[in-house]
């Protein structure tokens, strides 16, 4: 199986920004859909964003219009802008392929304070 790790997770106040960042150990996202997930303690892991080979995205309410996800083929690299960030946002996020899941990585911590 490919091997994901993730970066870019952090410590912000609401209302802030981050950019996170999701690299494959080889070439992977230019065949598969990949999402970024979240797990927040004591929480089920759940799909926050979502972006298809057609480079089509889909997004759950809860961040639609705050989250954008995007992919560069060329670099291995999925990629989470997260604005307008809450406290409940506050959870590892992860990458993965909704339709062909390999091992999950270690996570990147996202931390939101009031």
């Known amino acids: 199986q490919v091997q994901f790790v993730e970066s870019g997770g952090g410590l912000v106040q609401a209302g802030g920004s981050l950019r996170l960042s999701c690299t494959a150990s080889?070439?992977?996202?230019?065949?598969?859909?990949m999402g970024w997930y979240r797990q927040a303690p004591g929480k089920e892991r759940e799909l926050v964003a979502k972006?298809?080979?057609?480079?089509?995205?889909s997004y759950p309410d809860s961040v639609k219009g705050r989250f954008t996800i995007s992919r560069d083929n060329g670099k291995n690299t999925v990629y989470l802008q997260m604005n307008s960030l809450k406290p409940e946002d506050t959870a590892v996020y992860y990458c993965?392929?909704?339709?062909?899941?390999?091992?999950w990585g270690q996570g990147t911590q996202v931390t939101v304070s009031p």
């Open positions: 993965n392929s909704p339709n062909r899941e390999q091992n």
């Open positions: 080889r070439s992977f996202f230019g065949l598969f859909a």
């Open positions: 972006v298809n080979r057609d480079f089509s995205t």
